[in-house]
């Protein structure tokens, strides 16, 4: 035992022992050597990391899943859809099938795994009602505490944390295919902001809210792409840059993961509960306590860096008042929002896929081609559980939004 050790333990203060010290140091060192030499972009990588996530998730989960699919595979096979004369409604998911629903299709349909999310979480489903059929689904969560591109443009200071509970973040944006296909995703970035889901966040927590977040997987959007219209106040979502990309835990080997885990834990490091992802500021801790810079762990390469996306929901007339005690909301109804979508949008893209359009099959692959190992009987979960150790899962892309 060093004298560090000792002295340490004679004040009962948390430290690393030397022999993990130099296993983890080594490892990190190895694992950014290996991602600097490998020729796959951020791109790939990260979609091939989600891509094994996802079928592990739907491995872990089959018995459930095909439960749920008996029950709602039909709302997501768009079949017999007209798509040039939808009736767009948005439902908020209040009624326990319309909650399963939400998650089955959350989980089905996007190419992420379901992850679940923390704080003032609020998730619509956006149906055909003509068709009965579903279109795709929004979900909304707390905002993040701390997000510079975002912080910068509306003028949040450190010190005005506070203002955070007056926003909200859209974790879920996905369109069902071949609704996709036809700009599906813009309508519903564009509805987010409506005057419906405004309202009924009002209502639901009895509190004004004044502008919404998302962060893109790759830089700028296709999905939000050309969604800052000066000539309507329908579309203004707001591109603001990059997240700086730091201590999203991407490169590090399944080894590393565990020894940080080890590491976290010998520290002391463990999570408030309900939180869902380790903050930089508890990698930051390890990594001093290893003698590393967070640059010699999360060199440029391999930062993954998110877009950054802003809509106001009060008048810019109002957004840089510091007393917001009066402010003016802008109105957004939803038929006004389609109208202006199908003519931006939808003509000149259905016109050019109207022959291509078939429904996609999102049945759940069949039991035999999966790893029969791997298959838990067990009720599939999704949230939270108690547990607070500081936890990194083997290949889990752990992201961080600073």
């Not at 306590?289 to 007339?317: Q, S």
């Not at 692959?365 to 838990?376: A, D, S, T, V, Y």
Request: net charge positive.
């Amino acid at each position: 035992m060093s004298y560090r050790e000792i002295f340490n333990k004679q004040l009962n203060r948390p430290v690393l022992s030397t022999q993990l010290k130099q296993e983890l140091k080594q490892s990190i060192l190895e694992d950014v050597s290996a991602f600097l030499s490998n020729k796959k972009n951020m791109r790939e990588t990260i979609s091939e990391l989600l891509h094994k996530q996802k079928q592990k998730e739907i491995e872990n989960n089959y018995n459930r899943l095909l439960q749920y699919e008996r029950k709602y595979l039909k709302y997501i096979y768009l079949d017999g859809v007209d798509f040039k004369k939808l009736s767009v409604i948005i439902k908020p998911c209040e009624t326990e099938w319309e909650k399963e629903l939400w998650t089955y299709a959350r989980i089905v349909v996007s190419s992420a795994p379901h992850r679940g999310y923390v704080g003032r979480i609020m998730n619509f489903l956006i149906f055909d009602e003509n068709s009965n059929k579903l279109l795709g689904i929004l979900g909304f969560g707390s905002d993040f505490i701390k997000l510079p591109p975002r912080d910068r443009y509306i003028g949040i200071h450190h010190s005005e944390v506070n203002k955070i509970q007056y926003l909200t973040n859209m974790y879920v944006c996905v369109s069902v295919e071949p609704f996709s296909m036809l700009t599906g995703g813009k309508l519903l970035a564009l509805l987010a902001p409506s005057n419906l889901i405004r309202d009924y966040y009002i209502k639901k927590y009895e509190q004004p809210i004044y502008g919404i977040t998302t962060t893109s997987l790759f830089g700028e959007s296709i999905q939000y792409d050309r969604l800052w219209d000066p000539k309507t106040i329908l579309a203004r979502w707001k591109y603001l840059g990059l997240t700086s990309g730091n201590a999203t835990v991407i490169h590090f080997s399944p080894k590393t993961r565990k020894l940080m885990n080890k590491a976290s834990k010998q520290l002391g490091i463990v999570f408030k509960k309900f939180q869902s992802r380790p903050t930089t500021t508890k990698i930051t801790r390890i990594l001093s306590e290893l003698g590393l810079k967070m640059e010699d762990a999360f060199p440029e390469k391999c930062l993954h860096k998110r877009g950054v996306y802003f809509c106001w929901l009060i008048n810019e007339t109002d957004i840089f008042r510091k007393d917001l005690k009066t402010y003016t909301y802008i109105n957004r109804p939803e038929q006004e929002i389609y109208n202006y979508w199908y003519k931006r949008w939808f003509e000149r893209r259905y016109n050019n896929y109207k022959d291509k359009l078939k429904p996609k099959d999102y049945s759940l692959p069949k039991k035999e081609m999966l790893l029969g190992r791997f298959i838990q009987e067990t009720p599939i979960t999704f949230g939270f559980e108690d547990e607070i150790i500081f936890n990194f899962a083997d290949d889990d892309i752990v992201f961080n939004f600073e």
